[in-house]
């Protein structure tokens, strides 16, 4: 149902990102994903928790700007707590390491990497496991199941690879627990392959709250490199695990969404929906 919901929304996202300056009411957004207002709107509302309308207030400039202001010293005092991130929407804590230099020189040889492909609530995906952790999470975009698993079999190309989806499958019920599941403690590992400045990127996006947003010179100054604003914005880019590493809370100062590796309608679903289950949560 999930994966279904969010083909709708992601259109209707993408119509949004061509016709914002018009402004487009509830009737005509509706009209361009071919369901009466209705039923849009019962669509929207079980899969972000919220309306249309107040979903797209979490994509405005006002509100992304006000973000970044609120946000100045935010990232700095999470990184110092060493915490996965305040007022979390479950209680997801992500653990990050990183691969030997030798099995990222080598693209995983001597790794087994079970993958699969599943359903999320923003699309389906595929995901990786090695023993020690999710080495991949990403979300279908424009590219068909076979050529995106091509691409991923050239990032570990001398990896021994699995298709296992039953395996995979416990694990997205722990990233994406029902809304209506109770509230458990639920430990990620992750085992990422990047240089070190990347690790060091993705470990500073761990610390940024779920429903906020931060910019890319931000997170360098929060890792201590003020001067590295694009190549944080390359390492973000790379991201190898997405919604995990949340790549989708780092948008430029300017407040606007930038390119995302698994596009831009889906950086925006995976930021606003975010920010609607936090106001959701707080409004409880």
């Not at 890792?223 to 190898?240: E, H």
């Amino acid at each position: 149902m999930f994966t279904n919901d969010y083909g709708r929304i992601a259109e209707a996202i993408r119509f949004l990102e061509k016709n914002f300056k018009r402004q487009p009411g509830l009737d005509e957004i509706a009209e361009a994903v071919n369901l009466s207002k209705f039923h849009f709107s019962r669509l929207f509302k079980r899969w972000a928790g919220i309306s249309p309308v107040q979903f797209l207030h979490f994509l405005t400039l006002e509100y992304t700007r006000k973000q970044l202001a609120a946000s100045k010293s935010l990232l700095d005092t999470s990184l110092e707590a060493g915490l996965s991130g305040p007022g979390r929407l479950h209680d997801l804590f992500v653990n990050l390491s990183a691969m030997t230099p030798g099995e990222f020189k080598n693209k995983g040889r001597g790794l087994r990497i079970t993958y699969g492909f599943t359903g999320t609530p923003f699309g389906e995906c595929l995901v990786a496991l090695t023993d020690r952790g999710i080495c991949h999470l990403g979300f279908m975009d424009s590219a068909g199941k076979s050529e995106y698993l091509q691409s991923f079999k050239k990032e570990w190309i001398n990896a021994e690879l699995l298709e296992d989806a039953e395996k995979i499958l416990p694990v997205i019920k722990k990233i994406f627990p029902r809304q209506s599941a109770a509230r458990t403690e639920t430990f990620i590992n992750l085992h990422v392959r990047g240089t070190n400045f990347q690790i060091n990127v993705w470990k500073a996006l761990l610390s940024i709250p779920e429903g906020n947003l931060v910019s890319y010179s931000q997170v360098a100054e929060a890792i201590g490199s003020p001067g590295a604003t694009r190549a944080v914005a390359n390492a973000v880019a790379s991201n190898p695990v997405g919604f995990l590493i949340p790549c989708h809370r780092v948008i430029s100062k300017s407040g606007c969404f930038n390119k995302y590796r698994w596009g831009t309608e889906g950086k925006k679903a995976l930021a606003g929906w975010e920010a609607a289950q936090l106001s959701s949560n707080q409004d409880v």
